[in-house]
């Protein structure tokens, strides 16, 4: 089964800091892989999405996210954070035969000041 | 990209009643979806909303519960029937664009607590 695994639920970071949140991923065949931000009270705001092509993806924001194929992951980057940062962030992929989101369990980041 | 609108924005319901919410989409998008959040938690997909026909309803959601219209391309509505206190949820309308284009976007949410 196609599934998505965000293993922390809280990631703390220093604001000037480089913040990383991780995402890893199982899909058969090629994997279309995004991510998303959440602010309170808010809906889902797109960030980026890796399809095919260069491995690094720059998004929204300052986010980039690196695709690791041999490892299956696809970890959200930003080399220096900042207090809005501070959000709930969601890994996501795409099964490829439902066309289907699967969304992971969220991984609060907090950018401390 | 398309930017999606949803109504209300929150809302506080006696239980045994229904609330319908309403999505609007900027532009016309090939598929639509309903989700349900609990605050702080990962979303559920309830429903893809098809355009015409009945909605494609994933385990553990019914019609007579969730009921769903999509008249045209850009407009979808989500009614939760006969709520109770379990029904308080955070509900958030997507969208997809067609083309090609895999980016799903999402509503601002409604937020709903049945009483």
């Known amino acids: 089964a196609q599934s998505v695994a965000q293993p922390e639920d809280q990631v703390n970071v220093a604001e000037g800091n480089p913040l990383t949140v991780k995402c890893t991923y199982s899909v058969s065949g090629n994997p279309y892989l995004f991510w998303y931000v959440q602010y309170p009270n808010r809906g889902l705001q797109f960030l980026l999405k890796y399809i095919t092509g260069d491995n690094l993806v720059k998004g929204s924001y300052g986010f980039e996210a690196e695709f690791n194929k041999s490892q299956t992951s696809f970890h959200l980057k930003k080399p220096s954070a900042l207090v809005s940062d501070s959000a709930l962030y969601f890994c996501?992929?795409?099964?490829?035969?439902?066309?289907?989101?699967?969304f992971g369990t969220g991984t609060r980041l907090k950018v401390l000041a | 990209s398309a930017v999606i609108s949803q109504k209300p924005s929150r809302d506080i319901c006696q239980r045994g009643t229904s609330l319908t919410i309403q999505c609007q989409v900027d532009?016309?998008?090939?598929?639509m979806f309903w989700y349900r959040q609990q605050p702080g938690q990962s979303l559920t997909l309830i429903a893809t909303a098809n355009q015409g026909s009945e909605a494609t309803y994933e385990s553990g959601f019914v019609i007579d519960k969730f009921p769903i219209s999509r008249p045209n391309l850009t407009f979808s509505t989500l009614t939760v029937s006969n709520m109770s206190p379990e029904d308080s949820s955070i509900y958030l309308c997507?969208?997809?664009?067609?083309?090609?284009?895999?980016?799903?976007?999402f509503g601002p949410g409604t937020r709903l607590l049945v009483l």
């Open positions: 997507s969208a997809r664009t067609g083309g090609g284009g895999e980016t799903q976007y």
């Open positions: 532009s016309q998008v090939t598929m």
């Open positions: 996501a992929v795409r099964d490829p035969k439902t066309y289907k989101y699967i």
